[in-house]
């Protein structure tokens, strides 16, 4: 999730510390999740519903905030499940990237390309049209998916 959501932060020309922000909370997006009494299974969450992942995303920048590192990271974990308009380009990119793994990983052995479809035809409201088209490039270009689903 990290290495993806950075090469695509890397695509859309983030600076070094706008990398770092979006790498930390690339790694702590589910942290949330540890406040949930019953937790979700396989920890998939973007096919709850937006108040479920909203209030994850509440929790988890509650939690980041008392790890020390930078507000900025906070922000973003907290901000994923906003509407994406709304969102800092780092939340934008989050959110995309998680939704693509969940899905590779449900969608069987087309799992990345129907994933990537399925973002395609959601940019009108759930994801950023400019993140997805840059996801696609990336995943075009590189093997940051063959370890996981390959």
Known sequence: MAAL????????????????????????????QLSLVDPVPAGATAGLPAAEQRRIA????????????????AVVVERQADPYAEQPLAARIVRAVNAYEEKSREGGPGGPLT??????????????????????????????TLPMYG
């Open 115 to 144: 994933a990537l479809e399925e973002l395609r035809l959601a940019t009108a409201g759930e994801y950023a049209p400019e993140v997805v088209e840059s996801l696609a490039r990336v995943l075009a270009r590189s093997s940051l």
């Open 5 to 32: 959501s950075q090469a695509v932060g890397r695509d859309l020309g983030l600076t070094e510390p706008e990398l770092t922000v979006l790498e930390y909370a690339a790694l702590m997006h589910d942290i949330g």
């Open 58 to 73: 509440l929790l988890g920048g509650a939690v980041v905030r008392q790890t020390g590192v930078d507000e900025a990271v």
